[in-house]
């Protein structure tokens, strides 16, 4: 996005959207400090955001705290259609 021939590349500003600013907030310290937080409030959203704009490692942090957390209990629960259980399904599927 910065290093092409796309229009931020040249803009003093970009907005970067898609992401509650508090996730945008992480990932640009995460930049400068190579440090986040994953955690059980924020890793949803994080990889998400880490996902849409390209930042690996990030995604890895993600995953890997997932890995650590996912059990039946959790992910097949009595409400499948809630939305943690959707987001647990779309991650086993894409990452086991």
């Known amino acids: 996005m910065?290093?092409?021939s796309m229009m931020e590349a040249?803009?003093?500003?970009?907005?970067?959207?898609g992401a509650e600013p508090e996730i945008i907030e992480l990932?640009?310290?995460?930049?400068?400090?190579?440090?986040?937080?994953?955690?059980s409030n924020n890793v949803q959203s994080l990889l998400n955001a880490a996902n849409?704009?390209?930042?690996?490692?990030?995604?890895k942090m993600c995953v890997d705290f997932l890995k650590d957390q996912v059990d039946p209990t959790n992910c097949l629960g009595e409400t499948p259609a809630s939305s943690v259980s959707r987001f647990y399904?779309?991650?086993?599927i894409l990452y086991f």
């Open 2 to 4: 910065f290093t092409s």
């Open 10 to 17: 040249t803009s003093h500003e970009v907005e970067l959207g």
């Open 27 to 39: 990932l640009v310290e995460f930049v400068y400090t190579a440090r986040i937080s994953v955690n």
């Open 52 to 59: 849409q704009y390209q930042i690996e490692p990030v995604k």
């Open 89 to 92: 399904i779309v991650f086993l």
